[in-house]
């Protein structure tokens, strides 16, 4: 069984600035994936990145970035230079066992 | 575009009538989802579909009904819903069922059961 925890309902930051989501999770699985979503108020889940648990290396896309720590499974997303349409809900999710679980998700607000 | 396109988008329904939400990709992925979301709590997985089979019914009220004809579509077929049914329902793909390259997902239907 997989869980996925986020501790923080919500986060504002200033636009420009640098925020960090928190994300734990926990899971039985050798060989699982972790992802961060972002749903605007569109509502479509957009996949935000991805990373494999046997890869040490932390993923980065653009200004997006995590902090993967395997030991405490813990799975932070950073954001840099926050801007306006990064204002959205975001889930983290793990993948294993062919099942993708989800967080209860975190809504960024960013102040102009 | 988005690859995966839900409708309707929003839906009201009685708690006698029947209604079904379709789904549709174009991205030839061969495993289908649906899940439901309320608020403040973890997207629920309701259904998977893996190369047309059913291969997943996470315990989901038989007042939910899957449909999948091929690889491309999948409804849910709702009747007799009651008003703690509503919630978003979330329909995504993936190649296989194996997701390490993430869901695609779509817009979802905005359900409100009266």
């Known amino acids: 069984a997989q869980t996925v925890t986020q501790s923080q309902p919500e986060m504002s930051v200033q636009e420009a600035e640098t925020v960090t989501l928190s994300c734990t999770y926990d899971?039985?699985?050798?060989?699982?994936?972790l992802f961060w979503y972002k749903q605007p108020p569109s509502r479509q889940m957009i996949l935000v990145i991805r990373?494999?648990?046997?890869?040490?290396q932390n993923a980065t896309e653009n200004r997006f970035s995590v902090n993967f720590q395997k030991a405490a499974k813990s799975f932070s997303l950073k954001i840099s230079d926050s801007q306006l349409g990064d204002a959205a809900m975001y889930f983290c999710a793990s993948f294993g066992n062919e099942k993708l679980t989800f967080g209860t998700g975190t809504r960024l607000t960013i102040i102009p | 575009e988005t690859g995966v396109t839900q409708t309707p988008r929003h839906l009201v329904m009685g708690m006698t009538n029947k209604k079904s939400l379709k789904c549709e990709q174009h991205?030839?992925?061969?495993?289908m989802y649906w899940y439901k979301q309320s608020a403040k709590k973890p997207l629920e997985l309701m259904f998977v579909y893996n190369f047309k089979e059913q291969t997943e019914n996470n315990s989901v009220p038989s007042r939910f009904s899957p449909e999948c004809p091929n690889s491309s579509h999948l409804f849910l077929h709702l009747h007799t819903l009651q008003p703690e049914d509503s919630a978003l329902y979330l329909c995504?793909?993936?190649?296989?069922?194996?997701?390490?390259?993430?869901?695609?997902f779509g817009s979802g239907t905005r359900l409100t059961v009266v």
């Open positions: 899971t039985s699985e050798s060989d699982y994936y």
């Open positions: 990373q494999e648990a046997y890869k040490q």
């Open positions: 991205l030839g992925h061969n495993a």
């Open positions: 995504a793909s993936s190649q296989r069922a194996t997701g390490v390259a993430g869901y695609t």
